[in-house]
């Protein structure tokens, strides 16, 4: 950490595109996704698709309150997608990605 980026409380605007398989988008029936972001895994801020705005099949926008994330450094976010699966026992299965999200947080009295 060099000391440059956002205090911990800041408001952040995050877009999420994902692509999904066959004819899925991100509005299609059985399709749910959520976002965990943290700087570390004890303080966890989730916001779920309902959370999000629709700007597109393709695009969700969401506002990430930092506030609850108690430790400074790199935020990362780690996506979770339930997609419709038809060779699962459940008929869905689900994905995790993990992300970098090139921000950085920090105590806003150094």
Do not use: W
């Not at 991100?26 to 959520?34: C, E, I, L, R």
């Not at 895994?41 to 393709?58: G, L, N, Q, R, Y």
């Not at 869905?92 to 993990?98: D, L, P, S, T, W």
């Amino acid at each position: 950490m060099n000391g440059t980026g956002n205090a911990i409380g800041t408001k952040m605007k995050f877009a999420l595109s994902l692509t999904l398989p066959g004819s899925l988008t991100m509005n299609s029936a059985g399709v749910d996704f959520s976002c965990d972001f943290y700087t570390s895994k004890k303080h966890v801020t989730t916001v779920k698709k309902s959370e999000m705005f629709a700007v597109s099949d393709s695009q969700y926008n969401m506002v990430v309150d930092t506030s609850g994330m108690m430790y400074a450094g790199d935020m990362m976010c780690e996506v979770r997608v339930t997609v419709p699966d038809s060779d699962t026992s459940t008929g869905a299965r689900v994905e995790v990605i993990n992300l970098d999200t090139g921000e950085e947080l920090n105590y806003a009295l150094q």
